[in-house]
């Protein structure tokens, strides 16, 4: 159990990072305490910045002798509050937005060596620089960071077509918590030797130790692209759009985003500049993306292709293809500034749930009457990753509903669309992690031996639970 900090230890924390390196001043605190949803609001006594991975483990070594819990930060993008601090002043947050160097870039081995506080976007900058595809994209990507990218190991945009953040990592080094370093920098792409420790700490939220730095796997940068915007008349459709795009080139498919009309709608209504450039609204979109690294892949052909039989067909009512860059990053902003547009529109309850993709129109059509039958006038803003399988099944508060009694509902309205996806075989987190939000949940979903491993797994390394407490286990 983590002890409330001392004096004496603050300055121990400022010996060890410098001035520039620890804040204590409440109001330069602030935005390290509240989440992005602004769900949970902690009282950290400090927020301790390294600069070197030396600097992570010495404050690691301080704070293991103190007693004191550590949360480790990078963008704070968090869904599931899984890096704000605890409220009674007992965790420090320990930001790595410092450790922020692009280590090594190598277009043979095509890998990216980098230090956990880059962000997500400028390692996908540097990698292009070279040539080379971060192949990760998330709709956070400007302000997420390698470290916390990894720690939920997230999901996004392009998982039908290189996997989740996981897939991506081939070596890791990490302060584990007592403040030894293990420095697994590897880039190899075969290493049986005994456990696979790296992708024990890829998805452990920050609870079994701090990522510090990465090598990660590159791609081939595409050299063609298409960007297509699909109304449709239901989500079968929508699905059977996705099974067309499969069969005719899986390898071309990038991505495959769905978005319901009401979260269309709230988009074009709180985004400033955003436009559909379709004639008639639907109550379904598709997003989809072809890349491909070869010039004179033919997608513009393969698009059309596929699209002009679904419009023959009645599969899709409309369909608008990007003509140019400007083109194609303003329909990714219509799928993008989904959370964003929702956040304005009142208070949410976020379900990130995953079903396998032949199941996510029951999952829509059954999810949605689960909750209207809960609070009717509920708003249901459906959108994410259908290819492969991860929806966001969103709720906004009623028109007009006072916002807490809205959020005093969550516990009902989870369940009820927990209930729906456990029915379909699904995961009540798809790619958001547990975080502070859900690990009441986890018994429930992931009960008996694998529960009770993971709970050893935790202990064999922070026997005092001191690294990220109060996340991912109950
Ligand atoms: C996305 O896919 C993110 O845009 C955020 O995972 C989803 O706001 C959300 O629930
Ligand atoms: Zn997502």
């Not at 600069?51 to 963008?75: D, K, L, N, S, Y």
């Not at 900058?125 to 997230?154: F, H, R, Y």
Request: net charge negative.
């Amino acid at each position: 159990m983590p002890h409330v900090a001392t004096e004496r230890f603050l300055t121990e924390l400022a010996a060890i990072v410098g001035p520039r390196g620890l804040l204590t001043d409440p109001t330069d605190i602030a935005p390290y305490a509240e989440d992005w949803r602004r769900l949970y609001r902690g009282h950290p006594p400090a927020v301790v910045r390294p600069a070197t991975t030396q600097e992570v483990a010495e404050v690691v070594r301080a704070c293991a002798a103190a007693g004191v819990g550590i949360v480790p930060q990078g963008g704070n993008t968090s869904m599931v509050g899984g890096a704000v601090p605890a409220e009674d002043g007992s965790e420090i947050v320990l930001a790595l937005a410092r450790l922020n160097r692009i280590l090594e870039i190598d277009p043979v081995d095509m890998t990216l060596t980098l230090q956990a506080g880059v962000t997500l976007k400028a390692a996908q900058e540097a990698a292009a620089a070279k040539g080379c595809l971060l192949p990760l994209s998330i709709a956070s990507e400007g302000t997420a960071q390698i470290g916390g990218v990894l720690a939920t190991n997230a999901g996004g945009n392009n998982t039908i077509r290189y996997g989740n953040a996981r897939d991506l990592v081939l070596g890791l080094e990490v302060v584990l918590p007592d403040g030894e370093v293990w420095e697994g920098l590897r880039r190899l792409r075969k290493d049986n030797t005994g456990y696979c420790l790296r992708q024990l700490f890829v998805g452990a939220e920050g609870t079994l130790g701090i990522i510090t730095a990465a090598v990660l796997k590159l791609a081939p940068l595409p050299r063609e692209v298409e960007v297509a915007l699909c109304a449709l008349p239901s989500a079968e459709a929508a699905l059977d759009l996705f099974s067309r795009f499969q069969a005719q080139d899986p390898a071309a498919l990038q991505a495959f985003e769905y978005m319901s009309g009401s979260g269309m709608d709230l988009v074009l209504a709180h985004i400033p500049g955003s436009a559909l450039p379709l004639v008639t609204p639907a109550d379904h979109y598709v997003l989809v993306e072809l890349a491909s690294p070869r010039v004179g892949a033919g997608l513009r052909p393969a698009l059309e292709e596929v699209l002009g039989a679904a419009l023959e067909e009645g599969v899709v009512l409309d369909a608008a293809i990007a003509a140019s860059g400007a083109q194609r990053a303003a329909i990714w902003k219509l799928r993008e500034e989904h959370s964003e547009a929702q956040k304005r529109a009142g208070a949410s309850v976020k379900n990130d749930v995953s079903v396998p993709v032949s199941r996510v129109p029951a999952l829509l059509h059954r999810a949605a009457e689960a909750c209207e039958a809960l609070l009717p006038g509920i708003r249901i803003v459906p959108f994410g990753h259908l290819g492969d399988g991860n929806i966001h099944f969103n709720l906004v508060q009623p028109e007009g509903m006072d916002p807490a009694a809205f959020l005093a509902r969550d516990q009902d309205l989870m369940a009820a669309v927990g209930a729906v996806v456990r029915d379909l075989g699904g995961s009540f987190s798809a790619e958001h992690g547990v975080g502070r939000l859900k690990p009441a949940m986890l018994p429930g979903w992931r009960g008996g031996a694998e529960l009770e491993t993971m709970r050893r797994i935790k202990q064999a390394l922070d026997p005092h639970g001191i690294m990220n407490p109060g996340k991912v286990l109950p």
